[in-house]
């Protein structure tokens, strides 16, 4: 399956804690267009594997499990898509650092990745879509409309990551974060497959400084000075 060319797709890729879930998921609702959360992706597979009692280090078994997913995204206002798993509700068990780390470790394989590709161009449908990542531009959507790198500090980051954690009642430590966001983004750079870095067409927005609307607001403005309007 190639890229659905007739489908105007926006990329969002970046690290860990750069904003642009909260952004993809914005810019999607503001276009009225589809969305992804590529990373979701993985975090679902890392945890079926681990309910399934699978060693995390066969990668065989767990493209296996990539392979076999049942799947569905439900849209919700001003909040994150419901995400279900064989028909039950795992949203918020994605959510742990436990399943974020060991997604970083499931995503570093091949044959993962490679189970895992046709599903997300599966998700390219009109009226347009939005896909946020670490290889949305690079790897999965090469030919996107329009491809944004969006980075920050990892002081920053953490302290994002901490907030949003705090907030679902998980008890966490902020400089434990901020070590583990920095092994995970040399793990995500230093990987052979589709490893995080953006893509030599991306335009770079650094969030450090900005809140979630102010880069929504900036990718609309290279939407529109790109193409004049796509929606």
């Known amino acids: 399956m190639t890229e659905k060319k007739q489908v105007p797709v926006i990329t969002v890729d970046g690290p860990s804690g750069s904003g642009k879930g909260t952004v993809g998921q914005m810019l999607a609702q503001k276009l009225g267009w589809h969305f992804l959360d590529s990373g979701a992706l993985y975090r679902i597979t890392a945890f079926a594997s681990q309910a399934q ?3 995390m280090t066969d990668e065989t078994q767990v493209a296996q499990v990539a392979k076999d997913l049942d799947i569905k995204f439900i849209p919700q206002k001003n909040a994150p898509p419901s995400v ?3 028909g039950k509700e795992i949203g918020d068990a994605l959510r742990t650092e436990e399943i974020a780390e060991l997604a970083s470790q499931v995503a ?3 044959q993962v990745r490679a189970a895992l590709l046709l599903k997300q161009q599966a998700f390219a449908r009109l009226p347009g879509l939005v896909a946020d990542g670490r290889d949305m531009g690079t790897n999965v959507f090469p030919a996107a409309r329009l491809k944004i790198y969006l980075t920050a500090n990892p002081e920053i980051r953490a302290q994002r990551r901490y907030k949003q954690l705090k907030e679902k009642g998980f008890d966490v430590n902020l400089a434990r974060l901020l070590e583990e966001i920095q ?3 040399a793990r995500d750079q ?3 497959v589709a ?9 770079i927005l650094d969030s450090s ?3 979630a609307q102010e880069v929504v607001q900036k990718v609309l403005d290279l939407l529109d000075s790109k193409t004049g309007s796509i929606k």
């Open 53 to 55: 009692g699978i060693d």
């Open 84 to 86: 279900s798993l064989a």
């Open 108 to 110: 570093v394989m091949p």
């Open 183 to 185: 092994v995970r983004d």
């Open 190 to 192: 230093a990987r052979t």
């Open 195 to 203: 490893p995080l870095k953006p893509a030599v067409d991306a335009h």
């Open 209 to 211: 400084g900005l809140d």
